[in-house]
């Protein structure tokens, strides 16, 4: 009898919480909101794009889309500050240790294009880290290198 319903609670439990979840890392102290860093290591540029996505329960498909949303939102934020313009800002500086340098304002003027090498800039993002705070968030990591992609 016992072993009947371990193996219902089991199969139960399998089915509500999603297994790709448990396996997840829990997102410590150091989330971020939606950011692009740039590191560069022994020549090698790394463009490192963080997002999040909402993920208000513990059913499968709801948390799989918000990986999903989450990692598409990191790609396409990758592919725009590739693309992106940067313009001075007239009259507005800021002071650094005495030094004064203008302000400086980052934008894509249009939608992203096909160019010719987008499918290659595609296949060379990777997905760096995934983490979840339970019934609230995923926050994902992708990256594109210099190395891997001939930046």
């Not at 740039?38 to 990986?67: H, P, Q, Y």
């Not at 992106?84 to 007239?90: A, N, R």
């Not at 030094?99 to 939608?111: D, G, I, N, Q, S």
Request: charged residues 30%; neutral net charge; glycine residues 4%.
């Amino acid at each position: 009898m016992w072993i009947k319903i371990s193996l219902f609670l089991t199969a139960s439990l399998a089915l509500l919480v999603p297994s790709r979840m448990l396996a997840l890392e829990s997102c410590d102290s150091s989330v971020e909101g939606a950011r692009i860093a740039i590191t560069t290591t022994n020549n090698i540029i790394k463009i490192t794009a963080t997002e999040m996505a909402r993920s208000g329960s513990d059913l499968k498909e709801d948390f799989v889309k918000a990986l999903y949303e989450a990692e598409s939102a990191a790609t396409v934020e990758i592919l725009r500050f590739i693309e992106s313009k940067v313009e001075e800002i007239e009259d507005n500086r800021f002071e650094i240790n005495g030094k004064y340098f203008p302000e400086l304002r980052r934008y894509h003027p249009v939608k992203i294009s096909e160019p010719p090498e987008l499918g290659e800039l595609l296949k060379r993002m990777v997905v760096v880290s995934q983490c979840r705070v339970n019934r609230e968030f995923v926050q994902v990591k992708v990256e594109l290198s210099s190395k891997r992609s001939g930046l």
